[in-house]
Nanobody, 114 residues
Framework: QVQLVESGGGLVQPGGSLRLSCAAS????????MNWVRQAPGKGLEWVSD????????YYTDSVKGRFTISRDNAKNTLYLQMNSLKSEDTAVYYC???????RSQGTQVTISS
């Protein structure tokens, strides 16, 4: 079965950290670029970060540069998003997705609140 399964969301205080994981199955993970997108309450989908298939090229939206790090372990078929110095505006449902195509994870809630 082709799927992406996320884990790692939760509630954290401003300034805290979280790491999201996205386990891929059913396709050749190492052949595809991947990304993270998020949707804040009442807003549209926002692109957060991309990583190429080999993991040596990464891209970030300006609002997370220097705070978030995307990475992947192709041996484990897993994508990661390390999020540091979290802010209230990072509150959103986060999704991982395969590029190209429409395959996306179920989403995980990240809430930043004191």
């Amino acid at each position: 079965q082709v799927q992406l399964v996320e884990s790692g969301g939760g509630l954290v205080q401003p300034g805290g950290s979280l790491r999201l994981s996205c386990a891929a199955s059913g396709f050749t993970f190492s052949s595809y670029s991947m990304n993270w997108v998020r949707q804040a309450p009442g807003k549209g989908l926002e692109w957060v970060s991309d990583i190429n298939s080999g993991g040596d090229s990464t891209y970030y939206t300006d609002s997370v540069k220097g705070r978030f790090t995307i990475s992947r372990d192709n041996a484990k078929n897993t994508l990661y998003l390390q999020m540091n110095s979290l802010k209230s505006e990072d509150t959103a449902v986060y999704y991982c997705a395969k590029i190209p195509g429409t395959l996306r994870s179920q989403g995980t809630q990240v809430t930043i609140s004191s």
